[in-house]
């Protein structure tokens, strides 16, 4: 695993998302995890934050080689435009 790739799971690694973070570092371009783990760590900064709005929350699974991404975000910032 490359630096930068390190360097980016770093930010956000605990014990329980450890081997998920190996795995979607070993997947991914440095690039692409970088912008996931930013949207990791904005989702876990706003879900922390008391405002009274519907929570935000981001996850990832892999299924069948395909990588899985879920996230819920109050209809306000959901909606196109």
């Known amino acids: 695993m490359s630096y930068s790739k390190v360097r980016s799971v770093t930010r956000v690694a605990t014990p329980e998302l450890e081997e998920q973070l190996v795995d979607l570092a ?8 970088d912008a996931i783990v930013a949207s990791y760590r904005r989702t876990k900064y ?3 934050r008391p405002h009274g709005r519907p929570a935000r929350t981001t996850t990832w699974h892999w299924d069948d080689g395909y990588l899985v991404v879920r996230s819920r975000l109050a209809p306000e910032e959901g909606a196109c435009t």
């Not at 070993?26 to 995890?33: E, G, M």
């Open 46 to 48: 706003l879900h922390a």
């Open 26 to 33: 070993l997947a991914c371009t440095a690039a692409q995890l």
